[in-house]
């Protein structure tokens, strides 16, 4: 499966301000190049964090055939079955789980979604191998992750992102807690992940980044 992601940070590496509200990092351009982004995808994954905040199923403007809208989530704490992202009949929704839902919630999402319980360890362990192996199994061929910093660090903690695509924009948010690129843990100097330019595009005052994975870890 080959595995990218999208985000817009700003100039000090964040993807939203400290309290995580909604605030579009990015200008039209930018978001123009995430349709075209997620036109390439067969699934888009979200951790409930970002859903809580935007509400909305992500969707390819002009696409064919719309990406699967996936959310990684323990229990789906705080998400109504009544959102926008569960009301789109073009998008086919994909709910993954650390833990089993109460019998009558479970019924609420599953009239527009499918629920799946990851299995044990996902939680403690990284959940990526088992989603890799789930989306796989449905066919996935390209999943692009639009984040935000905590799912990026499970996928990005073992090196499982081939593409990395970065919107910088200018501005600044601050804040020790605002949410980064890659969240997570972070790593020990010997397994830093190393990337390599692939592109670079100016358009105003945005600079669009790809940068691809490389084998190499540490200094
Ligand atoms: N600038 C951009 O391009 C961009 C893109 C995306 C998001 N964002 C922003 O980023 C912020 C959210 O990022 P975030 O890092 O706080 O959160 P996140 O990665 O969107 O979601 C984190 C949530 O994912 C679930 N999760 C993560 N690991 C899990 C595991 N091992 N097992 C089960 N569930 C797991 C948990 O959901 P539960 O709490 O439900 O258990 C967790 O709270 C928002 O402000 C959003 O607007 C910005």
Redesign the pocket.
């Known amino acids: 499966m080959f595995i990218f992601s999208n985000?817009?940070?700003s100039l000090d590496g964040k993807?939203?301000t400290r309290d995580?509200?909604?605030f579009p990092?990015g200008t039209p351009a930018d978001r123009r190049q995430m349709h075209v982004l997620r036109g390439r995808a067969d699934a888009i994954l979200?951790?409930?964090?970002?859903l809580r905040?935007?509400r909305r199923f992500c969707h390819a403007q002009g696409a064919k055939k719309q990406p699967i809208n996936v959310i990684?989530?323990?229990?789906?704490?705080?998400?109504s079955p009544e959102w926008d992202f569960f009301r789109e009949p073009a998008v086919s929704r994909l709910l993954l789980?650390?833990e089993p839902l109460s019998p009558a919630r479970a019924r609420r999402f599953s009239r527009s979604s499918e629920l799946v319980v990851l299995p044990r360890g996902?939680?403690r362990r990284?959940?990526a191998p088992a989603i890799i192996r789930l989306l796989e199994e449905r066919g996935v061929k390209r999943l692009l992750v639009?984040?935000?910093?905590?799912?990026?660090w499970?996928f990005v903690k073992d090196n499982l992102l081939d593409e990395y695509h970065v919107t910088l924009t200018p501005r600044l948010l601050g804040g020790a807690e605002a949410?980064t690129l890659v969240?997570g843990a972070g790593f020990s100097p010997s397994e830093v992940v190393n990337l390599r330019l692939k592109s670079l595009k100016r358009l105003g005052d945005e600079l669009f980044l790809v940068y691809a994975k490389t084998r190499k870890r540490g200094r």
């Open positions: 985000l817009a940070t993807i939203a995580r509200s909604l990092l979200m951790g409930a964090s970002t905040t935007h990684l989530s323990r229990d789906l704490a705080g998400i789980l650390t996902a939680a990284s959940p639009e984040g935000g910093g905590t799912v990026l499970h949410p969240d």
